[in-house]
């Protein structure tokens, strides 16, 4: 026996599930019974959190997937078209050509997956693109009236 196949394989990794509540939203029981952290883990945690600056109040992420990313687009091209307010600063902007080149993605975006999403993907890319592209020729019609 070579000193190889006397040494056991140590390959692989443990995963621990150490969210405080289930997936029905109970409490689960083993998070009682962890134990909390270190004051000065928590100072460390302050600090971060004070110098992250405003993402830090942000809500955690949600699962990205197809819809969620569209979703994402769209809102982004609702808020150059001055139909939201940016989430960030509150104000109201109109940018006409970054509303467009959004758009034109969710265009190539419908026109590479055609064939690959299931009928709500497809459903909701379909009725987004409709109402942006309606939403930016009355932002555009609006814009050269007052020209």
């Known amino acids: 026996m070579t000193q190889d196949?006397?040494?056991p394989e140590r390959r692989g990794f443990k995963?621990?599930?150490?969210?405080?509540?289930?997936?029905?939203g109970e409490a689960r029981p083993q998070a009682a019974e962890e134990p909390t952290a270190h004051p000065a883990e928590h100072a460390a945690?302050?600090?971060?959190?004070?110098?992250a600056g405003p993402a830090?109040?942000?809500?955690p992420p949600l699962d990205i997937n197809f819809s969620?990313?569209?979703?994402?687009?769209?809102?982004?091209?609702?808020?150059?078209?001055?139909?939201?307010?940016?989430?960030?600063?509150g104000e109201v902007a109109v940018?006409?050509?970054?509303?467009?080149?959004?758009?034109?993605?969710?265009?190539?975006?419908?026109?590479?997956?055609r064939g690959n999403l299931d009928a709500a993907e497809t459903g909701l890319l379909d009725q987004?693109?409709?109402?942006?592209?309606l939403r930016y020729v009355e932002r555009a019609r609006?814009?050269?009236?007052r020209a």
Not at 56 to 59: F, G, I, K, T, V
């Open 56 to 59: 830090a109040d942000a809500p």
């Open 128 to 133: 987004l693109l409709y109402d942006l592209r």
């Open 142 to 145: 609006e814009r050269s009236a």
């Open 45 to 51: 945690q302050d600090a971060a959190a004070a110098t």
């Open 15 to 24: 995963v621990e599930d150490r969210r405080r509540f289930a997936d029905t």
């Open 5 to 7: 196949e006397e040494k």
């Open 95 to 113: 940018d006409l050509g970054a509303a467009k080149q959004l758009i034109d993605i969710l265009g190539v975006l419908k026109d590479k997956t």
């Open 68 to 89: 969620t990313f569209v979703i994402s687009l769209s809102t982004q091209a609702l808020a150059h078209l001055g139909e939201i307010a940016h989430p960030i600063g």
